[in-house]
């Protein structure tokens, strides 16, 4: 078994960093949607974006923990992710 991985390390600080920003970009395209009045054809001025990035980065967060939680425990309860064989692996035995 290779111990390899597919993509390098950073690869999971960059999305998150990709992911943070688009949450930022959504939050600012909705304060300029709600200065903008839907009758008039002026554009009034922008209101200040509401600091809600972090709250719904938390959101967004703590779902994708309890998705990985569901998901160890199905694996874990099926017997299928493999860690149950970790404690029969003779070390010795391996190389041989």
Not at 70 to 92: D, T, Y
Request: charged fraction near 15%; glycine fraction near 6%; proline fraction near 5%.
């Amino acid at each position: 078994m290779k111990t390899e991985f597919r993509f390098p390390r950073a690869t999971v600080a960059l999305m998150t960093i990709i992911l943070a920003a688009v949450i930022m970009t959504i939050e600012k395209a909705k304060a300029i949607s709600a200065s903008v009045p839907h009758t008039s054809q002026t554009v009034g001025p922008i209101q200040p974006e509401r600091f809600t990035t972090v709250s719904t980065f938390l959101v967004v967060l703590v779902g994708a923990c309890a998705a990985g939680a569901i998901g160890w425990a199905i694996l874990f309860a099926l017997h299928r992710s493999g860690s149950q064989r970790l404690s029969e692996i003779n070390p010795q035995r391996a190389g041989n």
